[in-house]
């Protein structure tokens, strides 16, 4: 069983949830950018959560399956078509053998996931098979899928997949609010720096990807002027010498040198990857304690989310 790449479009990565406890040997996490459709693409060809999906940025995909397939198409909004025919997101399809499925550009966010039921079956290294461009790691030799590359598939019988759809389908929006964990070197920035961080809207620069997202607005000023480099954590928001914050993402590297603000809560970070270049982004403080309530109330409700089952 296997789904012919004919094309890759933008760039199209092989992640699973993420490669964890490696930083110890300098290996960022990795891992969807969007963790909840991750979850979701797989969970509507009923994958465990750990299967291996293909992120799509932006779009512009194409694929032929060389046998029957069940899949899932969820993230940013884009144009389906199995054989040219308009397929919903968000919902188990078939793929026949020899079918082509597309995937369009997207108009609302930039991240989509395609889930195969069985999940592609690749090997891990260093526990995972995230791909990390920077790294060279993960996925097929550390790179992003290519023209006519054959990715093998699980094995898994489509008479054995219950085809569903999403009830409550996520919007993706171009103003979005992080909320935010004040850190330990909060101190180091002056409270009228503080509120005006906290006050002001910034804009998603072109320096945005699945490293880093480097915003612009008011220039925010530190009493630092570096720190020792430290481990760094998923959703750092740290401010280089010219004061436009920087929020780290999955590929992130491990340790550095600039004094941090806080972290956006991990939630939030998807809002944050389905932006685009002059999207834009406000700031909301919140407590470590309202964190971990907000991250077990989202696992409560996508683990009660109703789905509604639909004909092949």
């Keep these: ?64 399956a060389k046998r029957d397939l069940a899949v899932a198409v969820t993230g940013a909004k884009t144009k389906v078509t199995i054989n040219g025919i308009e397929k919903n997101q968000w919902q188990t399809l078939l793929l026949k053998q020899g079918e082509t499925i597309e995937l369009g ?10 889930a195969v039921a069985g999940g592609f079956d690749i090997e891990e290294q260093f526990c995972s098979t995230s791909t990390v461009l920077r790294e060279g790691i993960g996925g097929v030799d550390g790179k992003g899928l290519t023209a006519n590359e054959v990715l093998p598939v699980g094995e898994r019988d489509v008479s054995e997949v219950d085809f ?27 409270r009228h720096q503080q509120r005006m961080f906290f006050y002001h809207e910034y804009e998603v620069s072109d320096l945005a990807d699945r490293m880093g997202y480097r915003l612009k607005g008011p220039a925010v000023e530190c009493e630092l002027n570096g720190i020792l480099s430290e481990g760094i954590c998923l959703g750092a928001i740290q401010v280089p010498a010219d004061g436009q914050p920087i929020i780290l993402m999955n590929d992130r590297q491990t340790i550095g040198g600039y004094p941090k603000l806080g972290s956006v809560l991990s939630l939030d970070l998807a809002k944050l990857a389905q932006l685009t270049s002059g999207g834009r982004v406000r700031f909301e403080p919140i407590t470590i304690d309202h964190a971990h309530n907000l991250l077990h109330l989202a696992q409560h409700k996508f683990e009660h989310s109703v789905t509604e089952s639909v004909n092949p």
Excluded at 8 to 20: E, H, K, N, T, V
Excluded at 105 to 114: D, F
């Design 164 to 190: 569903q759809r999403v009830v409550d389908v996520p919007e993706y929006e171009s103003i979005v609010t992080l909320r935010v964990i004040p850190g330990y070197q909060e101190h180091a920035f002056s």
């Design 105 to 114: 550009y997207a108009t609302e966010g930039c991240r989509i996931y395609l």
């Design 1 to 64: 069983m296997s789904l012919h790449i004919v094309n890759p479009g933008i760039l199209s990565l092989l992640q699973d949830a993420g490669r964890f406890g490696q930083h110890g040997l300098g290996l960022t996490t990795g891992g969807p950018m969007d963790p909840l459709a991750f979850k979701w693409a797989n969970r509507l060809v009923q994958n465990p959560s750990n299967s291996t999906v293909i992120e799509v940025t932006v779009g512009g995909v194409k694929a032929q």
